[in-house]
């Protein structure tokens, strides 16, 4: 549970910042006419915006996952039981002052970005919208 919060503070900035961008990148036109055929600023929220903003919030989950699922500094300071360690902290058992098993180690990392890899082959497309529609105002 120390970890949520580190964690949502760490990340939160970058998210809004690059969600915020999305959203000024959509024109003011498209909320004007809806709103001229009736519908609430709710409405406008949930039947235009949102659906056109699914690749910006994949790609911010995406990114907030890869974060936090790599994350080492946070994990080493504030988890002191051993069963609850993430997976790179977890995986400095391994590292030893005077000798690293680096087959081991080097195994164990490759398995622990193996989720990420597939996270990201499933939400490719997401991913690469949101990035290019997030990054140019136009």
């Not at 961008?21 to 949930?46: M, N, P, Q, R, V």
């Not at 080492?72 to 590292?95: C, H, K, S, V, W």
Request: charged share 15%.
């Amino acid at each position: 549970w120390a970890l949520f919060l580190p964690y949502a503070a760490y990340r939160i900035p970058f998210t809004v910042i690059l969600i915020r961008s999305y959203f000024l990148s959509i024109s003011k036109e498209l909320e004007e006419a809806a709103y001229l055929d009736g519908c609430t600023s709710f409405g406008i929220f949930f039947r235009i915006f949102l659906p056109m903003s699914v690749p910006i919030l994949v790609t911010s989950g995406i990114l907030t996952a890869y974060h936090t699922w790599n994350e080492f500094m946070f994990a080493i300071i504030f988890i002191d039981d051993e069963n609850l360690r993430t997976i790179p902290a977890g995986l400095m058992q391994f590292r030893d002052a005077l000798q690293t098993d680096w087959g081991v180690l080097l195994a164990g990392l490759t398995i622990s970005a193996a989720p990420i890899i597939a996270l990201f082959l499933l939400m490719q497309r997401y991913f690469i919208r949101g990035i290019a529609a997030g990054s140019v105002k136009g």
